[in-house]
Each structure stands twice: as structure tokens, then as C-alpha cells.
């Protein structure tokens, strides 16, 4: 049987507060275990590995699985960020790249290179729709999928909505698109975007439309994903509310909202799409 596994970012545990300390690696694992999440997400580059590594006896501690946002800011960073994932156990292994060619014919070697890096470790990768990364725009994104058939994503879909400023309602064209995404993901990230701010409060009156949006979008993706997985396939959906500047603060610094309530909402809200999915559609065969 298909199975959800919900993931919490170690980044969005960061609280930059103006006056609270930081909580210690061991707090935020502990907090993430006692929640009832299934596991924990790290976000390395090769200057903070060692931070990262440091962090590894705590999944067995606390019985979480690990994830991985890897950051190359050099060609050769991936092979090193890709060792350290399988040191990790991750099941899942993203890349949020930072070399950046202006065209998709000079991304190309990049993601050929990559993909075969990770291939020869036995790692499928994958590459997050983000901006200021390899997959910056939505356009730019369909057009290497095209040109790289065997690419897979991980969809974060607040980068799009926020970077093509899309307006409400969705037209016919830009589902279409986004639909695309879709189809091409192999695991989810989740936050709530509008067409100017990258997070919002998902609790305030105003942002209700974008709320509904992205409930609508993570059903669409999840289906998607139900329908080309096998029977006994396990689905990442990873919260991660990012704090300030992800966050919006108000004069003194100070959020506008508790991020660590809003992702165990949206938790909620993704673990009750996916039960929908469950008596609205078939398993798939394995």
C-alpha cells in the first residue's frame, strides 16, 4: 500500500529571534520526534558539512528519517554533498543547485554530469523547482524537462507563484503548466505563497484564496505522483516554513505568526488529502 511520510526542515526550526536564543540541534530533533513527524530534512553546502554531520547520531536517537536539500555552489560540490547523503541514510535527495547557466544548453552538461554522479552511488536525484538556483523560473524548468526526459523533480511550488506572479484564478494555461510540474515530482515541499510575498500567514483572512490554492495544488501533485508509483511506493511531503526573511516580521523583528503551529496545520491538511486520495482512487500496481 502507498504510503505519506511528512518531513520537518532543521532549517525552519531556526527561530532568529530578536532576543530568544537558538534551540540546540538535539531540542529541535527532540520537538520533531515528539510531534509525530516521520523525519527530519538537512540542507548542507560543503562550508557547513561538518555542522550537518555532526547531527547524524540524532536520527537513530530519536527514530526520525532523513532527507536532504544539497547545495553545489561549485560543479565539483556534488559528488562530496552526494557521499554525505548516503553517510545521511537519506531516503530522499534533493538539489537545490547554485551554478546557474543563463541558458538551458549550458544547464545540460550540469544535470548530465550530476545525474550520472549520483547513478554510480545508487542515488536518485533530484532537483527542486526554487529560485536563485539551477531551476530558477517556471519556464526555464519546462523547457530542461523537455530537453532531459529522465529528470525528476521535487516541487515547491511557492517559488513559481511567487516568481511568474501568477493571478487568481488560475487560468486553464497556467494549470497546464503547473501540471506539468506535477508530473515530473517525486516529492513535495510545502509553504503558501502569494503572487508578491514568498510566505504568508496562512491563518489571516487575506491569504485564504492562496491557502485554498496550494491545498488544491498538493492534491493535484499528490495524485499525480499516486498514479506513477507502485503499490508499496512511500511519498515525501516536507514542511518547510522558512524563517525570517521567509517569515514576515513586523517593526520590532518579531513574526507574524507561529510557524511551528502553521506547519503542523499544513500537515494536517496534507495527510487529510492524501486519506481523500485513499477512497477516491485505485492502488497503483506494483
Known sequence: MQKLEVFQSLWAMERRHPSLP????????????????????????????????????????????????LFPRRVRDMKPLLEFALEARAVKVNAIAQVTPISVAGALPL????????????IDLLFETHRDSLL?????????????PELMLTADLSHFVLEREFQLPLSSRDQ??????????????GRVASREQIQVPIAFPQHQPWVELFRSLWTRG??????????????????????????ITDAQGLELSDRWQEALAIRSWVRDIWASLDRETPAAAS
Open 176 to 189: 497546464g503548466l503547473l501540471q506539468r510540474i506535477h508530473d515530473r515530482s517525486d516529492c513535495f515541499q
Open 111 to 122: 544535470l548530465y554530469r550530476w545525474l550520472a554522479e549520483a547513478e554510480d552511488m545508487g
Open 22 to 69: 537558538e534551540r540546540s540541534a538535539d531540542e529541535n530533533f527532540r520537538l520533531i520526534a515528539e510531534a509525530g513527524y516521520d523525519g527530519v530534512c538537512l540542507d548542507p553546502s560543503l562550508e557547513d558539512l561538518q555542522t550537518y554531520r555532526d547531527t547524524l547520531p540524532l536520527f537513530a536517537r530519536y527514530g526520525l528519517q532523513c532527507m536532504v536539500n
Open 222 to 247: 499528490l495524485k499525480s505522483w499516486r498514479g506513477r508509483n507502485t503499490a508499496d511506493a512511500t511519498c515525501v511531503f516536507l514542511c518547510e516554513l522558512g524563517p525570517p526573511g521567509y517569515a
Open 136 to 148: 530558477n523560473d517556471l519556464y526555464y524548468t519546462l523547457e530542461v524537462l523537455d530537453a532531459v
